[in-house]
């Protein structure tokens, strides 16, 4: 079915239809449908409008509020306001409550993105303890902090959630979707950029290193393997409750090559169960394996009775990757110019699948001391990390000694150079 617009004027200015349902329409139409003009405006009285007006507002501000951090929208809003309280005074209020929860929403933001940054001041710092793994006795383990596999799993699972809660909708639509030439690149919304996107993945980075070190650290053989051992508990317990990300930063810190080559720690550790992870996160068929779990914990959210049973937290790296595919493979525009529905219904329910995992408050108790562990404590750089393995484990050919050597010199004139 066809609603022709102006159709005499511009074989463009159409909006089609399916099962009632908007399919696509150009841009010039959608406009011309939606804003009143001389031809054309609604016969409405204000009081019937104001409600509709508010109930737009607070999905907009509930659903993107870091739109609103640029003082040109928050004056639009409180002009906006103004004009509702001289007609009624019932959405007034509504309005007035719709502004505090926003103002308190993007009061949290700002203190969560100045503590994320403290953090990673700590984090970066330098103890001497890391320096030398002669020294590691020094430095407290991850097994003398939390050695129960399953309080460690629900730690990781306050960090996941705590962060995730802060990432909003419009950053994924700020890192794909603004590639379009015909958007003006001075608009009005380019100055609300967040970055709480990429803090999260950093997140997972920061895991992956920590597990690593954790592992690389000890002197002791039979240490790194009780160590290796946890883990793969922590990851067991990761997937009991539905932490897909944090159970995939455990294994990519496992599989990282200076873990990887402890063959003698590696042999008196059992890996049945790591083995049984590993093939459910199996990158191969697209991670089908993984999809077909995600689903699982998706239908035990959607019919939970506890708390505990609603938390899904996907593994973010692929969940970004599904969106940038779906965004770059599918166009924008149809060939005759309409915006392209499709795209974007099948864009925002993937989005808003991720707002619905997003908003679950973590059941299990915070324990200070272990989270204050996992993301301050120091962890080793990529070549510290080598170093302290081959220090584990001695140099098993030509190349490795020829890389210890290199990476002894380089890390002792670093050392000297700070």
Same mark, same amino acid.
Request: proline content about 4%; hydrophobic content about 40%.
């Given at each position: ?25 150009? %841009? ?233 080559? %402890? ?121 510290? %990390? ?33």
């Amino acid at each position: 079915m066809y609603l022709h617009v102006n159709y005499e004027k511009h074989l463009f200015k159409i909006m089609c239809y399916h099962d009632n349902s908007l399919v696509s329409a150009s %841009l010039e139409a959608l406009i011309q449908h939606l804003v009143p003009t001389v031809d054309y405006y609604p016969d409405i009285r204000f009081r019937e409008v104001a409600p509709k007006l508010v109930q737009l507002l607070t999905e907009w501000t509930e659903t993107f509020p870091y739109d609103f951090r640029d003082e040109r929208m928050m004056r639009c809003l409180k002009d906006m306001t103004l004009h509702v309280a001289r007609g009624d005074e019932y959405s007034w209020r509504a309005m007035q409550q719709m502004t505090q929860r926003l103002i308190k929403r993007l009061s949290a933001l700002g203190q969560y993105e100045e503590a994320v940054a403290a953090l990673n001041v700590v984090a970066m710092e330098r103890p001497a303890s890391l320096k030398s793994k002669q020294a590691s006795a020094q430095r407290s383990d991850v097994l003398s902090v939390c050695d129960d596999p399953f309080v460690l799993a629900q730690q990781l699972t306050h960090i996941e959630l705590d962060r995730l809660s802060f990432i909003g909708p419009e950053e994924f639509i700020q890192t794909f979707a603004m590639k379009d030439p015909l958007e003006n690149h001075k608009g009005f919304f380019r100055k609300r950029k967040t970055s709480n996107l990429e803090a999260y993945v950093s997140w997972f980075n920061r895991l992956s290193y920590l597990v690593a070190t954790e592992i690389c650290m000890p002197m002791k053989k039979k240490h790194r393997a009780r160590i290796i051992e946890f883990f793969i508990d922590v990851a067991q317990e990761c997937f009991n409750i539905g932490n897909f990300n944090s159970l995939m930063a455990i294994i990519t810190g496992m599989n990282m090559s200076p873990v990887a080559r %402890l063959k003698k720690t590696w042999n008196k550790v059992n890996t049945d169960k790591f083995e049984i992870l590993e093939h459910q996160m199996d990158p191969s068929s697209n991670f089908s394996n993984y999809r077909t779990a995600l689903r699982g914990a998706t239908q035990r959210s959607e019919t939970a009775h506890s708390s505990q049973e609603k938390i899904v937290i996907p593994f973010f790296s692929l969940l970004i990757k599904d969106i940038y595919f779906l965004n770059e493979g599918c166009a924008s525009r149809l060939p005759n110019g309409h915006i392209n529905f499709e795209k974007l219904w099948e864009l925002a329910k993937q989005v808003s699948e991720f707002l619905v995992w997003r908003q679950v408050v973590c059941p299990f108790d915070r324990e200070r001391r272990i989270l204050q562990y996992l993301v301050t404590t120091p962890i080793f750089t990529e070549d510290e %990390l080598h170093l302290a393995s081959y220090e584990s484990e001695g140099p098993e050919n030509n190349m490795e000694k020829d890389s210890r050597r290199s990476l002894r010199s380089s890390l002792l004139h670093r050392e000297n150079r700070t």
